[in-house]
């Protein structure tokens, strides 16, 4: 790193209050477009919020061998669904990068080798979310991949090494889906939020109980929970994300649910903010 690079990382990641850190249950891409009690959660919960330096986005859409993060100035807005309104694909969320932050992320992190990508952007786990909490495009964000040869345990170890970045003014955001089935998704139930099956319910709620015990273990652990956790989480790459959020949790920090909750059957939005008590 050269002195220029030096000063403009000093500058703008300077010492700052400890921000909060969210899961965002993402849902549907379209909520990008929509108006629902959904988007609304997330905007309300954006207006609570310190203002950023920048975001770092941990997205379940964004599985690697290895650990990267987007260190490009102007990540591109990617469209990585089919099937949806030409509306929806013609949405740009051109939010400046922040190589300066991918940098700090490589320099901080120690016991995982994490290396910077210019290829990937920001997919619509971010993009979807994170404009909604800042719909001016002006907060610079990176994501984190997820690297699907980690265990659970080790996912939830990186994102600790994380926690620095909170007093540099960092928004450290989880985006994925506590329950998250889509072949199990009841379709005609799209338009009745709330309705959600006997074994998704009780798969968030015994999630949220242990999240409000901090009870993090039985969560890592989340394979040797029984059929209902099976069926909630039947791939890890909605569910890590909130790992990545509760391991930043202080001891002297509460846990916040909103959005709470489900959608079609077998998904809920149900999602976290974690502050000073």
């Not at 941990?58 to 949806?84: C, L, N, R, Y």
């Not at 699907?148 to 955001?173: C, F, M």
């Not at 009870?215 to 039947?234: C, E, K, V």
Request: a negative charge; glycine letters at 8%.
């Amino acid at each position: 790193m050269n002195m220029s690079e030096l000063i403009t990382m000093t500058g703008t990641f300077g010492h700052t209050e400890k921000m909060p850190v969210l899961f965002l249950g993402h849902g549907s891409p379209m909520n990008a477009i929509e108006e629902n009690e959904f988007v609304a959660g997330w905007r309300t919960v954006g207006k609570t919020l310190p203002r950023p330096n920048a975001v770092l986005c941990v997205s379940a859409h964004w599985e690697t061998k290895g650990t990267f993060v987007t260190a490009m100035q102007h990540p591109k807005t990617i469209h990585d669904f089919g099937g949806f309104p030409r509306e929806l694909f013609a949405v740009e969320y051109p939010a400046p990068g922040s190589p300066e932050l991918a940098r700090e992320v490589i320099t901080i992190v120690n016991n995982t080798d994490v290396a910077l990508d210019e290829r990937w952007g920001l997919d619509h786990g971010c993009w979807s979310v994170v404009s909604r909490l800042y719909p001016n495009a002006d907060v610079p964000v990176i994501q984190m991949s997820l690297d699907y040869d980690l265990s659970p345990q080790a996912h939830y170890d990186l994102a600790k090494e994380l926690s620095s970045l909170r007093t540099k003014g960092v928004l450290i955001v989880g985006s994925g889906n506590i329950v998250h089935n889509l072949g199990k998704l009841a379709w005609d139930k799209l338009d009745e939020p709330g309705f959600g099956y006997d074994w998704a319910l009780e798969a968030d709620a015994k999630i949220k109980r242990f999240i409000m015990a901090d009870d993090h273990p039985s969560l890592i652990n989340y394979r040797s929970q029984g059929t209902a956790f099976d069926l909630a989480i039947p791939t890890p790459d909605h569910y890590l994300p909130l790992l990545y959020t509760l391991a930043l949790k202080d001891e002297n920090e509460r846990v916040i649910v909103f959005n709470d909750k489900a959608v079609a059957g077998s998904l809920t939005m149900t999602s976290l903010k974690i502050e000073k008590a």
